[in-house]
T-cell receptor, first 113, second 111 residues
Framework: NAGVTQTPKFRVLKTGQSMTLLCAQDMNHEYMYWYRQDPGMGLRLIHYSVGEGTTAKGEVPDGYNVSRLKKQNFLLGLESAAPSQTSVYFC????????????FGDGTRLSIL | EDKVVQSPLSLVVHEGDTVTLNCSYEVTNFRSLLWYKQEKKAPTFLFMLTSSGIEKKSGRLSSILDKKELFSILNITATQTGDSAIYLCAVPNTNAGKSTFGDGTTLTVKP
């Protein structure tokens, strides 16, 4: 019973490098979300998707891109990593009713040097 | 812009104490408020509240919503070290398909 799986769990990048974080869910959820969590700042929404092929900006989208080519996958890309993007990244999914609880992955700890 | 504010931001208590965590909100099209608990990794769902004055309870945890004053509280009685976590409050914006989270309350329970 996997739920929401994030890959990788840890990564260290140098400034300017690019990378993609992968989120996969096996619950047939329509909605998917990417958050970042910094100390004392809760969860801040980066981008989200309400269905396959659709994406929307959250509150902190700059420096990130996303794609939802398949319903079960939601990719978060960093084109040119910056130290300010050092954070823990969480992916979540929920049913089409956003009034319902979100299911979270275990997070990706990303450090940019 | 939707806003969710939690207080206190951090709290240190001893085992056996009772704690009250607060969450106030200003959102359009309010339908529900959710509480999550985050230990080492992923936040996990605790409660969803939709109606004022109806207490949700699970063991030593309980929560209630006041839609007139726009806040919710989460109570934990007889705290244990295993209650140490970040407690997050979230309010969905059902029109936009997303939720706004508060900054969380970090609870530390000492033996």
């Amino acid at each position: 019973n996997a739920g929401v799986t994030q890959t990788p769990k840890f990564r260290v990048l140098k400034t300017g490098q690019s990378m993609t974080l992968l989120c996969a869910q096996d619950m047939n959820h329509e909605y998917m979300y990417w958050y970042r969590q910094d100390p004392g700042m809760g969860l801040r929404l980066i981008h989200y998707s309400v269905g396959e092929g659709t994406t929307a900006k959250g509150e902190v989208p700059d420096g990130y891109n996303v794609s939802r080519l398949k319903k079960q996958n939601f990719l978060l890309g960093l084109e040119s990593a910056a130290p300010s993007q050092t954070s823990v990244y969480f992916c979540a999914s929920s049913t089409q009713n956003s009034n319902q609880p979100q299911h979270f992955g275990d997070g990706t700890r990303l450090s940019i040097l | 812009e939707d806003k969710v504010v939690q207080s206190p931001l951090s709290l240190v208590v001893h085992e056996g104490d009772t704690v009250t965590l607060n969450c106030s909100y200003e959102v359009t099209n309010f339908r529900s408020l959710l509480w999550y608990k985050q230990e080492k990794k992923a936040p996990t769902f605790l409660f969803m509240l939709t109606s004022s004055g109806i207490e949700k309870k699970s063991g030593r945890l309980s929560s209630i919503l006041d839609k007139k004053e726009l806040f919710s509280i989460l109570n934990i009685t007889a705290t244990q070290t295993g209650d140490s976590a970040i407690y997050l409050c979230a309010v969905p914006n059902t029109n936009a398909g997303k939720s706004t989270f508060g900054d969380g309350t970090t609870l530390t329970v000492k033996p």
